[in-house]
């Protein structure tokens, strides 16, 4: 069994920052990308921000140079600085993570539960 588990999300003023983290847990052998998607009301999910074992990262472009995202290996840890917040910025974010639980595991998708985060004054 694995779980994400997403933390840091809530209420912020437009221009704001928060820090969002998800930790792994579980029957996990490998951990390859890990990522941040956000889903606003009547939108299709979208991704925001991935991160490679290695540390190579990809952003959206409506979040580059506003939002950090970075990971402790060594936690299974993968987390979402955001500054200079916009209310555009309102969803629910949620925690990805490519990752195979065996050492002849497949790797597989696994999802947070997700975290509301609101930007408004």
């Known amino acids: 069994q694995v779980q994400l588990v997403e933390s840091g999300g809530g209420l912020v003023q437009p221009g704001g920052s928060l820090r969002l983290s998800c930790a792994a847990s579980?029957?996990?052998?490998?951990?390859?990308?890990m990522g941040w998607y956000r889903q606003a009301p009547g939108k299709q999910r979208e991704l925001v921000a991935v991160i490679t074992s290695g540390g190579s990262t990809n952003y959206a472009d409506s979040v580059k140079g506003r939002f950090t995202i970075s990971r402790d290996n060594a936690k299974n840890t993968v987390y979402l600085q955001m500054n200079s917040l916009k209310p555009e910025d309102t969803a629910v974010y949620y925690c990805n993570a490519d990752l195979a639980t065996g050492w002849a595991s497949k790797p597989n998708d696994y999802w947070g539960q997700g975290t509301q985060v609101t930007v408004s004054s």
């Open positions: 579980g029957s996990i052998f490998s951990i390859n990308a």
